[in-house]
């Protein structure tokens, strides 16, 4: 069973920038694609970023520009580079996996995590 820590939240002031990363391990999750995902609250949980085994990226309406999505499968990790932070990112963010890079939205298939909150505040 793939376990998913997700880390690196925290608060930071609007136009801000924060990196946070998941990591896992299993070779299921090295050749899988992976998501982060952000809830906020009252919010249903939505997919955010998306990344292939390949490197392909794919990226919500809402953070594309600002957001970056890459992996180190050296070491089993997936990063989120958040910049241009804006007040209405606020949420906790989770990562998770499918090896359908399509399925990620519906249907990951690890365990969610503890997640990591980010809060966009001045």
């Known amino acids: 069973q793939v376990h998913l820590v997700e880390s690196g939240g925290g608060l930071v002031q609007p136009g801000g920038s924060l990196r946070v990363s998941c990591a896992a391990s299993g070779t299921i999750f090295r050749i899988s694609a992976v998501g982060w995902y952000r809830q906020a609250p009252g919010k249903q949980r939505e997919l955010v970023a998306s990344?292939?085994?390949?490197?392909?990226?794919n990226y919500a309406d809402s953070v594309k520009g600002r957001f970056s999505i890459s992996r180190d499968n050296a070491k089993d990790t997936v990063y989120l580079q958040m910049n241009s932070l804006k007040p209405e990112d606020t949420a906790v963010y989770y990562c998770?996996?499918?090896?359908?890079?399509?399925?990620?939205?519906?249907?990951?298939?690890?365990?969610w995590g503890q997640g990591t909150q980010v809060t966009v505040s001045s």
């Open positions: 998770n996996f499918h090896p359908i890079a399509t399925m990620l939205a519906a249907s990951p298939i690890g365990s």
């Open positions: 990344i292939t085994s390949g490197g392909n990226t």
